[in-house]
């Protein structure tokens, strides 16, 4: 049963506009969520995160949005730029696993010039 | 600084075969994780080690083993590769908590 879930595949954006990436999971104990972002032949490298007792992680170009009702999480990158061109994974951790990350299946994003 | 080092980068094994991939760190990290990632599945935790000498089951540990002898060094044993083995795999460190984790290169695992 997969925890965490990214249904969009893939997702193109032009350079300059809003991406949104979304991200659901089914399991109420994570507290903890994060986005990495992975290029090709190179492993993911931490991106931004979120705890559950917040709802909105700023960082420059870059935004979480946790709505813990809905079980839903996003992330906002504007403006896109065409270096955000990545695989983009979600993961999530819970207190009693805090070394275990559980991970989303990936959004592949490009940007389009 | 290195960061998180992998070997090898590709290794092409026989069904049966056994292999050890290689991972090290050189940050002082107590943590160290290894992953692996397969089409459509996302990444999954296969073994976790929270110091030296304490290692314990992530999500999909059958065939695999490891060991943690040094903070620095955390291998991944394949003691009888299987085709279903065939993945990426990814060793992770992190200083305390799980997000601070930083993933080395991966090793590209082919079993026939």
């Known amino acids: 049963d997969q925890q965490v879930k990214q249904n969009s595949p893939s997702l193109s954006v032009q350079e300059g506009r809003i991406s949104i990436l979304n991200c659901d999971y089914t399991?109420?104990?994570?507290?903890?969520f994060l986005w990495y972002k992975k290029y090709p032949a190179e492993g993911p490298t931490f991106l931004i995160s979120?705890?559950?007792?917040?709802d909105k992680n700023e960082d420059g170009r870059f935004t979480v949005f946790l709505n813990k009702s809905a079980k839903h999480l996003s992330l906002h990158i504007v403006p896109s730029q065409p270096g955000d061109s990545a695989v983009y994974f979600c993961?999530?951790?819970?207190?009693?696993?805090?070394?275990?990350?559980?991970f989303g299946q990936g959004t592949r994003l490009t940007i389009n010039p | 600084n290195a960061g998180v080092t992998q070997t090898p980068k590709f290794q092409v094994l026989k069904t049966g075969q056994s292999m050890t991939l290689q991972c090290a760190q050189d940050?002082?990290?107590?943590?160290m994780s290894w992953y692996r990632q397969d089409p459509g599945m996302g990444l999954r935790l296969i073994h976790y080690?929270?110091?030296?000498?304490?290692?314990d089951q992530g999500e999909v540990p059958n065939g695999y083993n490891v060991s943690r002898s040094t903070t620095e060094d955390f291998p991944l044993r394949l003691l009888s590769a299987a085709p279903s083995q065939t993945s990426v795999y990814f060793c992770?460190?992190?200083?305390?908590?799980?997000?601070?984790?930083?993933f080395g290169p991966g090793t590209r695992l082919l079993v026939l």
């Open positions: 080690s929270v110091g030296a000498g304490i290692t």
């Open positions: 979120i705890s559950s007792i917040k």
């Open positions: 399991n109420s104990m994570f507290d903890y």
């Open positions: 993961a999530a951790s819970g207190i009693q696993g805090a070394q275990k990350l559980v």
């Open positions: 992770a460190s992190s200083y305390d908590h799980v997000e601070t984790q930083y």
């Open positions: 940050m002082n990290h107590e943590y």
